[in-house]
């Protein structure tokens, strides 16, 4: 079956770093997808990996090694507003996007 | 309006009654999705309709019917649901369903439903 594990619950200080782990099992691999989800709001789009390395944007980065089935998303500078849940999806060789059950982050002062 | 729109936001229904969700996207997408969303548990997806034509059905229940009229507008009809089936049902779009590169999709807010 395909299956895509995230922690879920996380815990970090404002102002520090945080990193995501996410790992996947999918039949076929077609890239893979960060969205963040405010409590009670729409999942909105962060990043998109279909090659191995590093994708930056400001303050957020994401990692993928296809070889390892690993992705991470990368929080730095964190500040409140980064409170959320953080979902990891894969597209499989059907164009289906699996998704993970999220990883809640609880930012604190 | 701008973006994905669903309505109602909140819908409490008891197990005979029917009702629809209504979502509607202004951003001239071919694909819309209906997904299901409970707490602690990945995105289910339920219904893909790429350019107007059901694409993908992935086992839901026939209490749940989709309906496409045009590109533009994705209703789910319910009826006689049962109490498992309070969750928030994301509605969901993108350029085109199978992508020549990335496609991510644009969400909108969601309906959260509670059945008695």
């Known amino acids: 079956g395909q299956n895509i594990d995230q922690p879920t619950e996380m815990t970090a200080t404002e102002g520090a770093i945080v990193q995501i782990n996410c790992t996947y099992q999918t039949s076929g691999f077609n890239g893979l997808f960060w969205y963040q989800q405010h409590a009670g709001e729409a999942p909105t789009f962060l990043s998109y990996?279909?090659l191995d390395g590093l994708e930056e944007k400001g303050r957020f980065s994401s990692f993928l090694s296809r070889s390892k089935g690993y992705s991470y998303l990368l929080l730095k500078e964190l500040q409140m507003k980064d409170s959320a849940s953080y979902l990891c999806a894969v597209l499989d060789s059907n164009y289906q996007l699996i998704w993970g059950a999220g990883t809640k982050l609880i930012i604190k002062p | 309006e701008t973006g994905v729109t669903q309505t109602p936001r909140h819908l409490v229904m008891g197990m005979t009654n029917k009702k629809s969700l209504k979502c509607e996207q202004h951003?001239?997408?071919?694909?819309m999705y209906w997904y299901k969303q409970s707490a602690k548990k990945p995105l289910e997806l339920m219904f893909v309709?790429?350019?107007?034509?059901?694409?993908e059905n992935n086992s839901v229940p026939s209490r749940f019917s989709p309906e496409c009229p045009n590109s533009s507008h994705l209703f789910l009809h319910l009826h006689t649901l049962q109490p498992e089936d309070s969750a928030l049902y994301l509605c969901?779009?993108?350029?085109?369903?199978?992508?020549?590169?990335?496609?991510?999709?644009?969400f909108g807010p969601g309906t959260r439903l509670t059945v008695l």
């Open positions: 309709y790429s350019l107007e034509e059901r694409v």
């Open positions: 969901a779009s993108s350029q085109d369903r199978v992508p020549e590169s990335y496609n991510e999709q644009f």
């Open positions: 990996n279909v």
């Open positions: 951003l001239g997408h071919n694909a």
